[in-house]
T-cell receptor, first 114, second 113 residues
Framework: AAGVIQSPRHLIKEKRETATLKCYPI?????VYWYQQGPGQDPQFLIS???????DKGSIPDRFSAQQFSDYHSELNMSSLELGDSALYFC?????????????FGSGTRLTVV | AQSVAQPEDQVNVAEGNPLTVKCTYSVSGNPYLFWYVQYPNRGLQFLLK??????LVKGSYGFEAEFNKSQTSFHLKKPSALVSDSALYFCAVRDMTGFKTIFGAGTRLFVKA
């Protein structure tokens, strides 16, 4: 079965650079959620999208932005990267109609800022 | 390898009754265990975690979880369920690197009025 696909798997950037992370949800899933998990920290919800519109917002920094496209994939754009942005960024997807079902996590993108 | 298992896809309880959502884990070393909740169309919310100390951990919204090392379990409990507790609940374990959280498959909780 298809899973949530994230790319790239690993990314190394320098301070003040920008990064774009991608998340491809399971087919027929229309909602995408982004999370950040720093080393030794708990996952923090960043933002979610449904039908290309932002549906919920968590602790996403102003330097970050995200969007969902017509094919339901989502991109997290990170600018002016800081050392503290080094983390695992993972996404999840589900179908809004069955929002208590089928919530699936991606494997994540490990971002290292040097 | 670290893993968690949630044996129940769905739990149904009546409002006012106690609820239990089960979780078992497999880790090497000391477990860092978590419970998260996802309300419909919202991001995951942290409920509680066990790292060390008392086996009974109290968390948000009146939830608690009991760590049982001999049974390798970390069941989520609440003495009196509310309709608003209906959501998807995830048990999780932090992997040995501390960098990644491994989630269970989730348990759907339905609380009927």
């Amino acid at each position: 079965a298809a899973g949530v696909i994230q790319s790239p798997r690993h990314l190394i950037k320098e301070k003040r650079e920008t990064a774009t992370l991608k998340c491809y949800p399971i087919p027929r899933h229309d909602t995408v959620y982004w999370y950040q998990q720093g080393p030794g920290q708990d996952p923090q919800f960043l933002i979610s999208f449904y039908e290309k519109m932002q549906s919920d917002k968590g602790s996403i920094p102003d330097r970050f932005s995200a969007q969902q496209f017509s094919d339901y994939h989502s991109e997290l754009n990170m600018s002016s990267l800081e050392l503290g942005d080094s983390a695992l960024y993972f996404c999840a997807s589900n179908s809004r109609r069955g929002s208590l079902y089928g919530y699936t996590f991606g494997s994540g993108t490990r971002l290292t800022v040097v | 390898a670290q893993s968690v298992a949630q044996p129940e896809d769905q739990v149904n309880v009546a409002e006012g009754n106690p609820l239990t959502v089960k979780c078992t884990y497999s880790v090497s070393g000391n477990p860092y265990l978590f419970w998260y909740v996802q309300y419909p169309n919202r991001g995951l919310q942290f409920l509680l975690k066990y790292i060390t100390g008392d086996n009974l951990v109290k968390g948000s919204y009146g939830f608690e979880a009991e760590f049982n090392k001999s049974q390798t379990s970390f069941h989520l409990k609440k003495p009196s369920a509310l309709v608003s507790d209906s959501a998807l609940y995830f048990c999780a374990v932090r992997d040995m690197t501390g960098f990644k959280t491994i989630f269970g498959a989730g348990t759907r909780l339905f609380v009927k009025a």
